[in-house]
């Protein structure tokens, strides 16, 4: 298989399409991000490297990191896990509250933001210092040392992020918050600021490719990896997971940062970028080359 | 892979355990059945065939008819449909009125009950016998021509049906529902009644696995098959996808006759039938045994 | 008071007035209605009567007629009604299915579409002919015998009413409703198509304004009276209970016909008709020239 | 009438009672009341004082105290604060999210919770010491300086108040709440901790029942008194608001203290004290003394 002609010829076909996404903007820092930034870097399994456009330029990965902290505390915590968090897609905007009372406090999944919280809360009670210690990990399957948090992100996050506030308080009254909820929120903002590129991220999410294993080290067993596989396959697309399931045939998460990171289990890690959002909050042009992808490749999951 | 030994072992290891499961209640013709019965079934895409139990008896297939219907008309209106039903998961039970009001009368996918019944409205409009068409279409898949309504069941179900008659009055006043309501509930309870065994059924699934192709005849195109297998995958089980997806990790569809329909694309068809449901309406017992299946085999699609 | 000049003034003021409301067009016979009547008549406890513009011409008086069924229900069963219907404000559109779903089928009062449907099922297993049951104790209440239903407008009402049959067939399937859904449908629609004037309304609700007693015959005792009046207080305008408590400060009911009937207890029974209704459903003009009268008397029941 | 020998009647048949209903325990602080303190007083618009049981012992008036908050915003703001919060009951319990949510951060009305914290919201605006200020008008009204907040129970509910600071927080991400959340939240701890006795209460509430005026000075004009009148009747007290109308049929205000304040329109005031609630959180005891009251003097609004 050419993938690098295969990004070639996506990434010619996409760029010049009319995106009609727009920049996220309800956090303040993101929305001065250049709106034309387009990349795509895919991984093969066995060290094959792709890479079209801005793809070894950093962005927020935002909620791409809910992967890595969900991937901790499972290793971790193991299947004590999905007492306090679910397993379904949630049929509902990221950040519904509704589903959230309806089922008492316990979210629907670990990738909408509720879930998250609570899997940040679950760190919090484990780790030393979970802030660093989750950059570490992230810095570890990426293999560089100088990803970092973006402060200003994080800070403007915390300032405007009064739905985020709403949802962990409303589960600390059903008692599934166990930590102060400003610290949690604290972790969880510098988390979602974290700085990627897409070559980076499909470094990071090999380990989902390749049975659980990155560099000879066991990250995750080989059934743990299969069911991060399917979470992200039914839930890491907010109320767009069935969409993109449908249409890409990939597991994979989302970012409002404009990231898209998918595996193939097996075969590849592939990652796209680019800031516009559709109405549901996923990258337009990210969503568009990885079903051209899976389309000319003729491979998915399925 | 011994896919024989495999059966042997999972009907063995299963047979015993206490069914926490209820047989359904709500239709008065299928709460008649014997709750013991057990039955496996596996067919590989190069022939192989694999039974235990009671995998030759037919049952009632009740929603695993909705993967047939839709097939059918996936098969004449191509992306067509999609404008009068969903491809995402719904967070909900499977005959929620809420979400349905919420969203304008449109279902969220073809597998929950309201949106078997707008399938079954596309139906009414194109084909001269919708129920005998989609009949025989079960019957070339499967490759018995005996297999049957059972009237009696399809009788029952219409009589204590006013959940059903709520939904499809429900579309009917968003202009969801074309045709007469009654004529189009008398189609799908008829579908629903259909009688086949877990050896019928995977053979009539065995397209899915197989990029399409029945013997030879394009059922779907590529494309199309791949997007029935992810639909299966995010909406195949109600309100429980995610946990299926999550601990199975195959495409499916189960009914609440307690047949489990999967499918491992490009390597086989697995059908499972124990009465017992679970709190959320799938086999209980269908969904361990095929959680076992894919932990013995180490295979799912993630 | 002279309720005269009062209700000439009201009529003078209104009158000229910029009417941003819209005639009900979701039954085909009522949206034939000249959309400029405008009717007002006030009928004191002690007899005196005052009417202006079009108050003795007949209109459809559509939900209003829920009183009459459940005055009539309430006067034969008594508190045994309220196991099977609430008396609290829904907080919803006057038919949204989801309230009642998650309340199990029992309405939350009997004067939204569903409640009122239970009320009709009631009737229908203990009078011997509802229809005309009904219809004669309307007729009496209000001293004409000519007043009956407009069968068109329940044809009309019966062929368009997707929406009821979803409400009455969900009920049926939490067990709510006893009888055969079509033939309470078909009682509900003959209620609701019953033609009367102002005039003849003002009539029929002078028993809410004098403790229960129509012309010597105790039709309710002097607590149930004062129940129905608290009931119409808090839900007899569907999502506008509290605006119209709020504004006009009296009980009342209203009617897509547009009328709206009033009582201040021990006082005087008021109705207005003008066809056209505002985004809540309620006669635009007529909470306009109810607020006026409370305002220009300065009485109301607070 | 014989206030006092109906008191006397209503104390006794009630005092035996088997009382079915539960302290509130939420707030640690109010969960160490005596269950089985029992009060009611009675103010006549004329002057006429009459008391039974505990009327003089102060209690916690919670909730009662929205009443007091609304009306200071009503006399400064008047129609515009209907912008920001609306008057319709919620048909939902006190503390939904779910309504909230779907209706965009607006409050169905001052009474819920989230109403009320707009209310403390629009106060914060304009008063110089919001939490004084405020106090100082109970003071005034109750004719007592001695009237103080309970500091502990202010502090108590801060720190369980999770579900508060949820909405609060949501109401604020939709831009409805321009203060400081914090603030707002300990204006409105402080609010709700607020200590009087039954005495106190019908004394301040006399001006509802007398056109707006408290000795000879005009607190709210004759048209924004019937309002709160007419406010308290639809939605004062949580989703039993019907309930209340429909047994008491007078306005009224309750709080998790036990307290139930009602106000007869023109002829007096009546508050009671019993601190266990009923399963909707309104006094069990005050709800039932309340409906005899009603029911042995035969006059209700009515």
Redesign the interface.
């Known amino acids: 298989m050419d993938y690098q002609k295969i990004l070639f010829d996506i990434y010619s076909e996409l760029k010049g399409t009319d995106n009609k996404g727009k920049v996220a903007s309800y956090i303040p820092e993101l929305a001065n991000i250049n709106a034309d930034k387009f990349g795509i870097h895919l991984l093969t399994i066995d060290g094959g490297s792709y890479g079209i456009g801005d793809f070894n330029e950093r962005f927020s990965i935002q909620s791409i990191a809910k992967v890595f902290s969900l991937s901790l505390a499972y290793k971790i915590y193991d299947k004590k896990l999905w007492g306090r968090v679910?397993?379904?897609?949630?049929?509902?905007p990221f950040n519904?509250?509704?589903?959230l009372?309806?089922e008492s406090g316990v979210p629907?999944?670990p990738f909408i933001n509720s879930g998250a919280l609570v899997i940040c809360d679950i760190l919090t009670d484990t780790l030393k210092n979970p802030k660093i210690d989750v950059l570490n990990f992230i810095r570890k399957l990426a293999g560089n040392e100088s990803i970092n948090f973006n402060y200003k992100v994080a800070e403007s996050e915390k300032k405007s992020g009064?739905?985020n506030?709403?949802?962990i308080?409303?589960m600390?009254?059903y008692g599934n918050i166990k930590n102060d909820?400003d610290e949690v929120l604290d972790f969880y903002y510098h988390l979602c600021s974290v700085e990627m590129s897409c070559n980076e991220l499909s470094q990071s999410f090999m380990f989902f490719a390749n049975e659980g294993v990155h560099k000879n080290e066991k990250i995750l067993n080989?059934?743990q990896?299969?069911?991060m596989?399917?979470?992200m396959?039914?839930?890491g697309f907010y109320?767009?997971?069935?969409?993109f399931?449908?249409?890409v045939?990939l597991?994979g998460k989302s970012g409002v940062g404009g990231g898209i990171a998918a595996v193939h289990?097996g075969k590849y890690t592939v990652v796209s970028w680019s800031p516009k959002l559709n109405r549901k909050g996923n990258s337009y042009l990210g969503m568009k080359a990885l079903e051209v992808l899976t389309?000319k490749t003729?491979l998915?999951?399925?």
Request: hydrophobic share 25%; aromatic share 8%.
């Open positions: 679910g397993v379904e897609p949630s049929g509902n519904s509250l509704v589903q009372e309806y629907r999944n009064y739905r506030a709403a949802l308080n409303l600390k009254s909820v080989g059934s990896t299969k069911r596989n399917a979470l396959q039914t839930c109320d767009e997971a069935g969409e399931s449908f249409k045939g597991p289990p389309t003729k998915s999951i399925f």
